[in-house]
């Protein structure tokens, strides 16, 4: 069956007639439907329209179509992976407040999905609509997995949401009714419903070059939003970030008063969860093998699909790469490109990062035979370590083997020595840790804002995690469906296979810059770290980290002792190639690197004292959710009280921090 080839120019003219077709009065409380009067009657009757009004969304829910961001390898900035110059006031407790309005309480992309299916179905059911069966029902599919999609957004921001399934009235009742929130697991079981509808209406395999979404995009959404309900569910148990948990504000609402899990308690709620996220993510890594990795790195004489996946034009042919945006020379373009070939735009990655990946022969850094030769050099750092690390951390003095050299304003024939001390975001290596995955060494590339590698928004790989993780989490094994997904990761890894060499040698005081080594403050047994180590190392830079640490509930630890984000070891035998141009000292306003009397290694948010973050990160336990914005309380209330409730530890006025 061939899809309707629409091209940019009839995109663009959908997307202006669904502007028009969603005006209306502003109402910041809850959106509305669109003005009946100006809905041409004729729309929505034909496949082309339902595709171009469900392509037309992509932008303003998936993470890998915003154009003109870093993309997918800067997105785990500000966890313990990466770090930037400035630390995210989520580690800084009083620094992140109420806002007086907007923030992640919004329904704009709920309201438009809503409006499609309001319209469709009826149309839909009653054979309305003209086009071939299976394209019609491929669109209203990508309907509602987009809508579980910006229902997953909320949830992992907000928690408790109101599920809204039609557009609403212009009427402040209905509206300030319609804020009632649900609790999380409801939400979460509404997403997997939204994701079944999605998955029995979609295409399997490749749907429009990989470029639409595909039942098993849905299958892995359904997979990783399981596993998310499903472990938050178990390590939050009994506090106020759950239904029914101790100081559970929810409790204070009287529509949720008496609430009784549907599966009768929150341990069946929990597992049900992890059994979904287990069925559907087998689903997926039962028929989508690995992309093979030589170990080579990629340069223009060479070919290695597992380092070219991350950074091609066309990622159509990559088994595992289950949906891409595609971009266009001069038409759709980003700086991805540009960033890869120098410091990532100040994104580096951490020593906590660095130190989690194994040694070739399976074994941890620091363990008695693991061959490991140290960190004064990133060249003894990349020596006989996990295949990943080699391909995709940069050395420098590594030569780029360029195509197209002379084509492109930024490129990096040399890898420099890292430029650590340079205040422009363009040029800095804010940890001396430079990451190469996106980078392509077609110079054409390496023009300013002229990039148009591709950007995967789902890779399989992550089903094959997901289940690994689900089924021990649920059963506490690790069964030999789990084996064999794990023993193929670790395989194209260039790893030792045998996980359980690596689980014997691991020893849990010595995993403390991890945070994932934690759940509430507790270290975590050495299977279950590794299994989360394998998700780190494999889903580095992906921007999957920091929905992690969330649902492991893993900063408990730093609500007392501070965190200290850590680059390479610049106080050492690399410090003299820096000749004088290091500065350090507390009080020192040009002070360019944090002081050796700190950390040996480069501390980038420690750099001078008047920083809040000189002392280190810190964590506060209302940071586990966003704060709803003032505003909406204040439209919603009626005799002073409003049916919204406030996340935990967050006070409802404007400006406030949490307790």
Partial sequence: MKFDQINYRNICAYFLLSIVLFISACRKQLDQEPISQITPENFFTEQSQLGAYAVARYDSILPSHRQWTFGTFGTDANTDNMATPDLSPRYM?????????????????????????????????????TGSTATINQYIGEIYFLRAYEYFRRLQALGDFPILRSPLPDDLSALTKASERRPRNEVARFILSDLDSAATLLQSGPVGNKNRISQECAL??????????????????????????????????????????????IDAESRYFLSESMKAAQAVASKISLVNNTGIIEAATNENPYFNMFSAVDMSGYSEVLLWRQYAPNIVTHNVPVYAMIGNYATGLTRSMVESFVMSNGLPIYASGSGYKGDDYVSNIRADRDGR????????????????????????????????????????????????????????????????????????????LNYIEAS????????????????????????????????????????????????????????????????????MAEGLRYMDLQRWRAMDQIITQPYHFEGFKL???????????????????????????????????????????????????????????????????SNGSSPIYQNPGWPTTAGGTPQ
């Fill in 220 to 265: 892995l959404l359904r997979s990783r939003v399981g596993l998310f309900e499903g472990t938050w569910e178990k390590y939050f148990k009994g506090t106020a970030f759950v239904p029914n948990g101790t100081n559970w504000p929810g409790k204070n609402a009287s529509y949720n008063a008496n609430y009784q899990f549907p599966s009768g308690s």
């Fill in 389 to 464: 690390l080699n391909l995709f951390l940069k050395e420098p003095g590594q030569k780029n083997v360029l195509l197209n050299a002379s084509a492109g304003t930024h490129v990096t024939a040399i890898e420099p020595l890292p430029l650590i001390t340079t205040s422009s975001w363009e040029q800095k290596y804010s940890t001396g840790y430079a990451i190469r995955k996106g980078l392509n060494y077609d110079g054409a590339q390496a023009r300013n804002g002229g990039g148009y590698t591709g950007s995967i928004t789902f890779r399989a790989t992550e089903a094959y």
């Fill in 472 to 539: 021990y989490e649920l059963n506490g094994t690790i069964d030999g469906t789990a084996a064999g997904y794990w023993a193929q990761i670790r395989t194209r890894a260039k790893v030792d296979p045998n996980y359980q060499k690596t689980i014997a040698a691991t020893d849990m005081s010595k995993e403390t810059l991890d945070m994932g080594a934690y759940s509430a403050g507790v270290l975590i047994s050495p299977t279950l770290y590794n299994i989360r180590r394998e998700r780190r190392c494999e889903l």
């Fill in 93 to 129: 407790p009083g620094q992140w407040r109420v806002a007086a309005d907007g923030g992640a309480w919004y329904f704009n992309n709920i309201r438009q999905l809503n409006y499609f299916l309001s319209q469709v179905l009826p149309k839909w059911k009653a054979g309305q609509i």
């Fill in 571 to 637: 106080w050492g035998p690399i410090q003299s190639q820096y000749g004088t141009s290091l500065v350090y000292g507390a009080s020192n306003s040009r002070a360019n690197v944090s002081d050796p009397a700190l950390s040996v290694y480069l501390r980038p948010h420690e750099i001078r004292n008047t920083a809040l973050s000189y002392n280190g990160a810190k964590w506060i336990m209302a940071h586990y959710l966003s704060p709803i914005a003032a505003q909406h309380f204040i439209i919603s209330s």
